[in-house]
């Protein structure tokens, strides 16, 4: 089973911009469809973004769509969540998970895990 490791979260002022990083080990990431979600307080986790085993396809929540952008790589086990003009709603911590790609339409590949999260916080 695939071990997920996120970094790259922390404190930014609204509109700024953020790349997360979700570092893979145990096993290899090309095998899995990969997603991003976040979780705020007091609220339900939900999708950010998804991607396909080759990256080819991604996957995005409507309201997540012209903001947030995941892409991999998978000759360096990583995946990774570009987030642009943050605002104080997204705050919330971010979970990497290997994912089955059939549940967003991303093709093959079926997977199960998730990674501690990591903590954003958007504030002035």
């Known amino acids: 089973q695939v071990h997920l490791v996120e970094s790259g979260g922390g404190l930014v002022q609204p509109g700024a911009s953020l790349k997360l990083s979700c570092a893979a080990s145990g096993s290899t990431l090309s095998g899995c469809p990969m997603a991003w979600f976040r979780q705020a307080s007091g609220k339900d986790r939900e999708l950010v973004g998804a991607i396909s085993m080759s990256g080819k396809s991604t996957y995005y929540l409507d309201s997540m769509k012209g903001r947030f952008f995941i892409s991999r790589d998978n000759a360096k086990n990583m995946v990774y969540l570009q987030m642009n003009t943050l605002e104080s709603q997204d705050t919330a911590v971010y979970y990497c998970?290997?994912?089955?790609?059939?549940?967003?339409?991303?093709?093959?590949?079926?997977?199960?895990?998730w990674g501690q999260g990591t903590q954003v916080t958007v504030s002035s």
């Open positions: 998970a290997a994912i089955r790609g059939e549940d967003y339409g991303l093709g093959p590949g079926e997977c199960d895990s």
